[in-house]
């Protein structure tokens, strides 16, 4: 339903949050886009994005006592618009804005990408700077603002209200981010605005806004949507203005998350389609943790067998794939999470994913790609002790309404192979340790 072809296949990149939260800088970002460049790039990975609270003079300053400073000073130009903090980033200087370092990220022939927070900032409001609109000049960020609407955990922003006014500073903002070269928004307190429990999608006119703006900015821009969960009712909504949605709230190194998300790719996974993906959120795995305070930074919490889970279900899913790991500390496990060509070829919207079966212990996933007619097999070990799962019953596919695996229906033995190990099966089936899984083709 999306009106666009801006994402053909879910997007893959990394987002500098995981590891340095508010606190990223020019050089940082540099140096990731480096690695991703040198190590990364050929298996598909192409997104750089920076996120939250990069126009934010002192971000992370005060991390013991605050992630976003109470209403600190923003870098803003006459138009009520965020610009970067120059301090973070020199390149940005004197209104050049992310333009320089989005030309070095293309340089290597990646994407650029940003987050931001929907509105408008309130510092604009509070002091009337004008807005860009040429049907009212007078219009002002105190006219557009809507004080009533706001995120519950950042201070940066009011809403927008649904007129004129507002589109005309959305347009203006998504006109400035297409002269900088953004290839990718990350529209945050949008997705699901659960400071109001009544209202979820409180901000439901604005992502049409934006949505409209990007379709006149004149450039392919990816639009994600978050945080989670995202409202199953509105599906087609999504589908219709971006490209990613959330469907969980932030995911962290813990099982219990990983756990909760084959639920939520259950109740998604008819959603799942060409431009347009569910969205389980970034891949909390390498070293995390760096921004968010002394003794937060880490190697992944997660396990071998539960990282290798997580890619795993992403990738027959079909969601996005978003690393959040300082890039240049990459250990060789990690990197092979990463790099598996084998695995990371589920992940086209050619294949429709289909759950089989799920208990407390144990799923299975299955996907067709529907161009090659190659099927996928995933399964899913959820228990706390070693278990043997199989899925290696036609009915199970068939009573999913997925294709039965050829070498289900009588063919020769050694039909599947394991993508993670490369070993051969005669079915699709395993004794799987805690937390567990493996995926065959075939």
Known sequence: ?????FAPLPPMGWNSYDYYDTSVDEARVRANADYMAAHLKEYGWEYVVVDIQWYAHGAGSRRDQYQYIPFSRLEMDEYSRLLPDPARFPSSADGAGFRPL?????????KFGIHIMRGIPRQAAHAHTAVMCQTSPAVTAADIADPSSICGWNPDMYGVRNCAGGQAYYDSLMELYASWGVDYIKCDDICNTNIYPQN??????????????????GRPIVLSLSPGPALIGQANHYKTHANMWRITDDLWDRWSDILQMFMRCELWQDHVE???????D?????????GFGPGQERMTNLSRDEQRTLMTLWCIFGSPLMLGAEMTMLDEWTLSLLTNREVLAMRTPDCRPRQLFRTPDEAAWTACDAKTGTIYTALFNLSDEERTVSAAD???????????????SGSAAQAFTELWSGSKSPAPGAVLPPHGCCVFRG
């Open 274 to 280: 060409r431009g347009c993906y569910p969205d389980c």
């Open 282 to 290: 970034m891949l909390p795995l390498g070293r995390i943790g760096g």
């Open 1 to 5: 339903m999306n009106k666009n072809d």
């Open 200 to 217: 979820p999608y409180s901000a439901r006119h604005e992502i049409e806004m934006l949505s409209r703006a990007i379709q006149r900015c």
């Open 394 to 408: 036609p009915e199970l596919y068939l009573a999913a309404g997925a294709a039965v695996p050829q070498g289900l």
């Open 102 to 110: 989005a030309d070095y990220v293309h340089s290597l022939g990646l």
